[in-house]
């Protein structure tokens, strides 16, 4: 019997990366309230980890999450629920500060409705072959209240994400991939381990170029391209007046691997 007192989220922190793990995979994933504001708070350490470069969101078990819980959600949802305790961040990127460092979700199994609005408020996601999706609040009498809303048309297109949406019928790997959901597609069972991979290629990057791109493109995507561009000419000063644009001219002339500090 699983333990009801057990973390609904783990960390495990490898060198620059911080892995997230959903962790009720009795209940594949599915999240009640404390999952929700267990995975606030994690977000919340690792954007004020400087250490910290890359985050990896995973799931125990063979479904990465089969949506709310909502025996414990359903009758909260008369009053816009408190998602982020203090210190938390909001993982679906909805309210509070906006995350400038880089996010991998990886997913395996059933992944529903906030799973696939994690995905989507992420910025790289890679499938196991077994995932399959589906965006079914319109089956439960509600909307989607995770960001779908707004990601979904953006990411895949107007008519692709109201096909999706408004049936709430499932789709598979390779129509998440088609729509741009997906970055990836790899066996069930090395989902964790490619997003880790592609998060240590990340994080051996000059960290602060990696925050000021992702930042800026943040920035196009919310509040049009002309602001964007208007940031370009600081942004770029600022990273090349800094000690790992020295780093990186150095090994570039000496052909050695650069050795970034974030600084």
Known sequence: MAD???PRVLMERVGDVLTITLNRPDKRNAADLRMLQELSLAYGEFARDDALRVAVVAAAGDHFTGGLDLLDIGPRLGAWLDLVPEGGIDPWQLTGPVLD???IVAVQGTCLTLGI???LAADIAVAADSARFAQLEVSRAILPFGGATLRFPQVAGWGDAMRWMLTGE???AEEAR???LVQEIV???RQLTRAIELAERIAAQAPLAVRATLAN???ARREGPAHAIARLPGELARLAATEDARTAMTAFLSRTPPNYRGR
């Open 187 to 189: 066996p069930h069972g």
């Open 117 to 119: 609005e994690l995905m």
């Open 4 to 6: 009801d007192n057990a």
């Open 217 to 219: 493109a943040k920035v």
């Open 178 to 180: 088609r729509m741009g």
């Open 170 to 172: 499932v789709f598979d």
């Open 101 to 103: 460092k880089p996010v």
